[in-house]
Nanobody
Framework: VQLQASGGGLVQPGGSLRLSCAASGTIFSINAMGWYRQAPGKQRELVAT???????NYADSVKDRSTISRDNAKNTVDLEMNNLKPEDTAVYYC????????????????WGQGTQVTVSS
């Protein structure tokens, strides 16, 4: 299973961006997909997650200006962030958790390669 993320880049404060991630490979089901981020010198932290039933969870720092969405059929997850702030600068990682490659197989989790988001004027 591979997670391919896209959509990062340089954004001005107050701007918006959309991160996209697609999971490919032999996949039977994915419980949750989401985004995490890691700023220099800090631990990786949750940004937002969404389950296969569309239950969402957001970090307090982004919940009023972000929307996570998912296409279960395509195994994709998108994150739209608005009113970006310099403190949003980080490497953003896509995550797939509770992945079953075949019915009845054990759950696994996967990380994407990360995409840099820089918020600066």
């Amino acid at each position: 299973v591979q997670l391919q993320a896209s959509g990062g880049g340089l954004v001005q404060p107050g701007g918006s961006l959309r991160l996209s991630c697609a999971a490919s490979g032999t996949i039977f089901s994915i419980n949750a997909m989401g985004w995490y981020r890691q700023a220099p010198g800090k631990q990786r932290e949750l940004v937002a997650t969404i389950t296969s039933g569309d239950s969402t969870n957001y970090a307090d720092s982004v919940k009023d200006r972000s929307t996570i969405s998912r296409d279960n059929a395509k195994n994709t997850v998108d994150l739209e962030m608005n009113n970006l702030k310099p403190e949003d600068t980080a490497v953003y990682y896509c995550n797939a958790d509770g992945v079953r490659l075949r019915p009845g197989w054990n759950y696994r989790y996967y990380w994407g390669q990360g995409t840099q988001v820089t918020v600066s004027s």
